[in-house]
């Protein structure tokens, strides 16, 4: 049940604030990743999400490789586990993983040190769920704390009986989760597409001539590493203690074997101990039992100048059946040096056929690689304003441009700047940075406001800032590109010209708003010219809540910059109501067009 604002079982506490700490390597206070005051219920209890669940294991030996730190394999199993228990907690019947996300190693656990693991369903579907998962390290002899790994995974329901399991709905209550559910979404969307995003990037012309003109034909042949001399195969019998109480074998069982011949392939290659650095984003593709034999066959793909990716595959059978695929993965490894930095690795000579396969998609996930990692770990705020496009990065940039957005949106600490005929304008200062929000209700139901406003080529019929908006790359029916044309400012200036990816997302559940998300990238085909000015834009765009089947509450959002800045400096320093004016304008379109039939303006298709 989701309660009024102000008639919920619990209230914010004045004083102290309940957040997880990141690092800190001086022994000091742990330092604060989120400061978020704790909700306090009537009975005076400290609010707890309901589904999380925490695990705190000591590093024994047993536990620890060669160099005496926790073996990522261990730390898998602790994660996969506290995660299906935090999923089963919601879930109320068994759950089995289904996939995780691209999980990067930040730093190590050495023996006699603490593993922290805190899992929390961030988000509920109809079968499936996303639990994130946050695994910290903590020093008690130093009482320092810093962070590990962080990854989201996806878990599904197992009917126990003949019915289809149909999750309940999370509803999220501090700030922090609304976050997280909102963002939970546009991460699902991702995972569906990656697939596909990884077969467009292989079939692009742009990436094969990439590929051709990147080989390096003076290498040393001599130098090379035959892939063959790094191929490792083993065997494991699934033994009860392998499996959970559904009789399954642990996932996270099934990725400490995985990482084990991993690493042995990745060591053959460099005559050395590799570390771990990252397991790219991958899915299980069936169960396995008690009693299953598992096939884990290993082999380095490619090596770059200090990383090596090694891929490795799952297999299962039992008695004369055929092999079942199980799982594959693609690990990154490196090898430090006695400063800790990463070494020099030899070249790879791949095999015929399926060995160049291997080799050329290796490098096709080094780019995805890259580009998740840039776009999407980064924090927002570090970005460039804009980011090259190009359809191998797109899925990326239109997950950074909805994510920009839902987080600008959750922000707390809006202050109401003005107030003018209903239409109200809030201002938002953070990190030397100035925001603004513009919000009021219009009498159109939310999914007719959502596909007018979503349609830029409309936007000049009532916003006098967008003088011209042409419609120049149609990506697909939720992302497009724009060039919007915009008057100088100042009298006799020159004009500006912005090219914007306008990301369209429908509702996911009941209660989710729709989001048109909007955001600078650059183009090769529209590159700035002297006589207009190129603006910026970091991050802007509308949500659009239904109140009633006619009403909805439409809230515009942008976060400024000097380009951005002069056009509504007047409104924030109280000077002018001009955003009064130009949402009244926007009003007035919407009741005009409310029952006009409006299809986004894509001639071009």
């Given at each position: 049940?989701?309660f009024p ?23 000091g ?8 005051a ?36 261990q ?5 996969d ?20 996300d691209?999980?990067?190693?930040e ?51 197992r ?10 709905q ?72 392998h ?47 008690v009693?299953?034999?598992l ?22 059978y039992?008695g ?6 199980i ?8 090898v430090l040096?006695?400063?800790?930095s ?5 070249p ?12 050329q998609?290796?490098?096709?996930r ?10 999407i ?29 839902k ?60 003088k ?8 697909d ?6 060039r919007?044309?915009t ?7 020159k ?33 700035p ?11 802007a765009?509308?949500?659009i ?8 509450k439409?809230?515009?959002?942008n ?47």
């Open positions: 049940m989701v604002a102000d008639h919920r079982p619990w209230k914010k506490r004045e004083v102290g604030f309940a957040s997880r700490s990141t690092m800190t390597s001086d022994g206070r742990p330092q604060m990743e989120h400061d978020e704790e909700l306090i219920m009537e009975d005076g209890r400290v609010y707890r999400n309901p589904t999380e669940v925490k695990m705190s294991q000591i590093v024994l030996p047993c536990h620890a490789n060669h160099r005496k730190e926790l073996s990522v394999g730390l898998l199993k602790w994660m586990s506290t995660a299906c228990l935090s999923a089963e907690r919601h879930a109320g019947c068994p759950c089995v993983t289904a996939s995780v691209d999980i990067h190693f730093r190590t656990i050495g023996v006699g040190q603490v593993v922290n693991i805190r899992a929390k369903v961030n988000r509920a579907f109809n079968t499936s769920m996303e639990v994130g998962i946050v695994a910290s390290c903590e020093d008690l002899y130093s009482n320092s704390h810093w962070k590990v790994c962080q990854a989201f995974a996806t878990f599904v329901a009917s126990t009986g003949t019915e289809k399991v149909h999750l309940k999370l509803v999220p209550h501090t700030h922090r989760e609304q976050v997280e559910y909102s963002v939970a979404a546009e991460r699902r969307r991702m995972r569906l597409i990656h697939i596909d995003t990884m077969k467009d990037l292989l079939n692009s012309t742009s990436f094969q001539r990439s590929i051709s003109e990147g080989v390096d034909e003076g290498q040393d042949e001599e130098k090379e590493v035959p892939a063959e001399r790094t191929r490792v195969e083993s065997v494991e019998l699934v033994l009860p203690p499996a959970n109480h559904q009789v399954s074998t642990f996932g996270g069982q099934i990725m400490a074997w995985m990482e084990n011949v991993a690493t042995i392939a990745a060591s053959r290659l460099c005559n050395a101990h590799p570390t771990l650095r990252t397991i790219d984003m991958f899915h299980f593709r069936g169960p396995s039992q009693g299953d034999r096939i884990l066959k290993a082999i380095v793909n490619n090596t770059f100048k200090n990383s090596m990716e090694v891929g490795v595959c799952a297999e299962a039992q004369e059946e055929p092999l079942r695929h799982n594959s993965a693609f690990m990154t490894f490196e040096d006695e400063e800790g990463p070494r020099p690795l030899p790879i000579r791949p095999e015929p056929k399926d060995g160049k396969r291997r080799y998609e290796a490098i096709a080094k780019k995805i690689r890259l580009d998740r990692k840039y776009i770990s980064c924090k927002y705020t570090e970005m460039p304003l804009s980011v090259p496009w190009d359809p191998t990065n797109q899925v990326y940039l239109s997950y950074n441009n909805v994510f920009a957005l987080m600008l949106a959750a922000r707390n600490k809006w202050v109401l700047s003005s107030k003018k005929n209903n239409v109200k304008l809030y201002t938002l200062e953070e990190n030397q940075t100035l925001s603004f929000r513009i919000e009021a209700e219009v009498k159109v139901p939310a999914a007719r406001a959502f596909l007018l406003l979503s349609d830029l080529s409309r936007r000049p019929e009532w916003d006098e800032h967008y011209q908006c042409e419609l120049i790359v149609p990506v029916e939720d992302d497009l590109i724009y919007v044309l008057p100088s400012v100042s009298e006799g200036g004009v500006q010209d912005f090219i914007l990816l306008a990301s369209r997302r429908p509702p996911c559940d009941n209660g989710d708003p729709y989001v048109v998300a909007l955001r600078s990238v650059t183009l090769p085909t529209h590159p010219t002297d006589d207009i000015i190129r603006g910026e834009v970091f991050c765009g509308f949500t809540f239904e109140v009633t089947e006619s009403v909805s439409i809230n515009y959002y976060q400024t910059n000097p380009g951005v800045l002069p056009y509504i400096s007047t409104d924030i320093a109280g000077l002018s109501s001009s955003f009064c004016s130009a949402f009244l304008s926007c009003n007035k379109f919407l009741l005009e067009n409310r029952t006009v039939p409006s299809v986004i303006s894509n001639a071009a298709l």
